[in-house]
C-alpha cells in the first residue's frame, strides 16, 4: 500500500535539500497504475466535445436554467480549465515515470516521488479529476450513494464498477494523505 510522509520532517531522504515537500512512495504496480490512470484521464481530457460522458462532472454546466448563458460562460472558461486539468494530469504521469527509490533502502517502496510546493495543487487537481470520471462511471451520486442504474448493473458490469470503487478509494486515499501531510507541516 502506498505511502506519503510529510517530507519537511524527513530531510535525510529529499534530493532537493529539505524544501517543504512530500515524499509519496509507491510500489511498482501502484506506479504503473496511477502513470496509467493519468495517461488516460490526459486523454479524456484532450477531447474537444464537451458533451463527452466521462467530462460531465468535470465541466458542469455553470447555468442550467439559461442555456444561452452557459454556452457564453464555458466558451470563455473551458479552454483555460481543460488546459489546467491537462496540465496536471501531464505533471502526474510525468511525476511517476520518473520516479526512483531516491536512495531509500526500502524494497517495498521502489518509486519515491517528491512533490514540491509547486507541483501539490497539481496532484490535487489530478485526483479530484480522477476521482470525478471515476465516479461518474461507476454510478456515485453527488451524496456519495450509488444510482439506481447501477445497483441494477449486470454482474459483468458490477464487477468493473467494484474494480473503479477501489481505484476511487484509492485516489481519496491519495487525496487526503497528501492533504493530512501538508496541513501537518503547518504552524
Not at 90 to 99: K, Q
Not at 132 to 158: K, P, Q
Amino acid at each position: 500500500m502506498s505511502r506519503i510522509v510529510a517530507a519537511a520532517s524527513r530531510t535525510d531522504l529529499l534530493a532537493s535539500g529539505g524544501t517543504r515537500a512530500v515524499l509519496l512512495q509507491l510500489d511498482g504496480d501502484e506506479a504503473d497504475a496511477l502513470a496509467s490512470l493519468a495517461g488516460q484521464v490526459e486523454t479524456l481530457l484532450s477531447e474537444s466535445d464537451p458533451a463527452s460522458p466521462g467530462l460531465t462532472r468535470l465541466f458542469p454546466v455553470a447555468y442550467s436554467d439559461d442555456t444561452s448563458a452557459a454556452a457564453e460562460f464555458a466558451r470563455y472558461t473551458r479552454p483555460e480549465l481543460q488546459k489546467r486539468k491537462i496540465d496536471a494530469a501531464v505533471t502526474v504521469r510525468e511525476a511517476v515515470e520518473a520516479a526512483s527509490a531516491l536512495g531509500i533502502d526500502d524494497e517495498r517502496y521502489g518509486h519515491n516521488i517528491e512533490i514540491d510546493p509547486e507541483a501539490l495543487l497539481a496532484w490535487l487537481t489530478f485526483l479530484t479529476d480522477l476521482r470525478l470520471v471515476l465516479a461518474d462511471s461507476i454510478g456515485v451520486a453527488d451524496d456519495g450513494s450509488l444510482s439506481d442504474a447501477a445497483a441494477a448493473a449486470s454482474e459483468e458490469l458490477a464487477q468493473l464498477r467494484e474494480l473503479q470503487r477501489g481505484v476511487y478509494d484509492w485516489a481519496a486515499f491519495l487525496q487526503d494523505s497528501l492533504i493530512g501531510a501538508v496541513e501537518a507541516d503547518l504552524p
